[in-house]
């Protein structure tokens, strides 16, 4: 985690706990003080940052059962969500200013106790919660998962952290860092390799200056953004405003998307903008022919695999959906429920799939599995969690299943290689690996000009033509990359 191991200047500094004390979890009653009964919505937001925390857990999928289980209201679940998102988002800036205000690096401190400092470290600098409420409920939250000797260092921290305004923070983090690099990683709460990967990325396209607006718009709750499936639900006024570029999409008026998406039977369903360009360039390359065959590869949780069979049942093609984790495939069959089709899901491992299925499809989907850097803002803990030898493990396993996927196409198939990633080494590196291997056997459309075929506005697109990188800053999407592949006859 970046800037976890700082010590910080010995400014407003707070007490040390007794370390031996930590193993001491009862709750104990302090006497002479004021009891105070930690509010729901704060309750939620620290059980899924510990859930983060502690069992790898996904925020956006454990928090709205959260939400449901502790019953809150409208008001109390914005809250939660804002407090959980809020502190995932921006948790290495907030370790910093933790590690300033106690005078010791956060690896030090106890890990509960370091969720409740955090939580209430974003209450304080980042809200308009009153300081007394922020800082007594943390206290509270503090006896209840952590020891006696807690209370205090949590008081004593989050007083220290309340003395200094926001701004100030942001200039004492700023003057301890060493590197360009760092002092965007600090102030905008991501890991130093991603600040590095976005900046190549964006240098590819002659855009390198629009780095500090990528690094805020992941700070930013994005729109909540629906699918209407083609042929099988309309896009009305009630609904919501039509999205930008996706003509299938739009973004919701408001009310729960969930309740939504019961009531349309999955044909109304959450699906960010730029995976609905991702299926719809491969849909809509070119005119489908009937009786065409079309494969989504890798395609848990089944979101895209869902357009692409409205998309195929609406011309006259057949899918077939690939998820090789078994509880995902599950996701997949339930999304696909939605359409009126005959979808088989398999269950293989994608890589042989060219050996298995050789020259089998017309077209193919090929999401294939990232590190996810480019939803960071609808997945904030990623940013945490992944390393940067996540992404050389990771690229072998996408250099094997595109290089599969191309045996599986037909002549004259068509292959979509997304990812959900802006990283090089998972996106123009492994296309550029794939077509010298293959060699004139395969080659690239102008995927640029499919995107701008077939959206609502012009996208605004940089680099080369026959690769699409889609932006958060730029566009209001995930990061999607999509270039569409062609294999030509023998």
Known sequence: MSG?????????????????????????????RPTYIVQPARRVAYEVIEAVRESDAYANLLLPTRIQRAALNTADAALATELTYGTLRMQGFYDRVIAEAAGRPVTAIDPAILDVLRLGAHQLLATRVATHAAVNESVELARQVGSRSATGFTNGVLRAIARVSADEWRERILADTTTPDDALAALYSHPVWVVRAFRQSLRQEGREAELEALLAADNAAPRVNMVALPGLAEITAELGEPNDFSPTGFVLAGGDPHHLMKDSDGRLRVQDEGSQLAALALSRARPIVEGERWLDLCAGPGGKAALLAAEALNGGATLVANEVVPARAQLVRAALAAVPADVPVWEMDGTWVGEDQPEAFDRILLDAPCTGLGALRRRPEARWRKLPKDVAELSDLQSALIHAA????????????????????????????????????VVALDTAAVLQGLTVHPLDLAGDPGSVQLWPHRHGTDAMFITLLQRQAD
């Open 4 to 32: 976890s191991g700082q010590g910080g200047s010995g400014r407003d500094r707070a007490p040390r706990p007794d370390r031996a004390a930590r193993q001491d979890r009862a709750p104990r009653p302090d006497s002479g």
């Open 406 to 441: 191309l045996g599986a196409l037909k002549p004259g198939g068509i292959l979509a290689y997304v990812t959900c990633s802006p990283h090089i080494a998972e996106t123009r590196g492994i296309v550029a690996t794939a077509r010298k291997a293959w060699g004139d056997k």
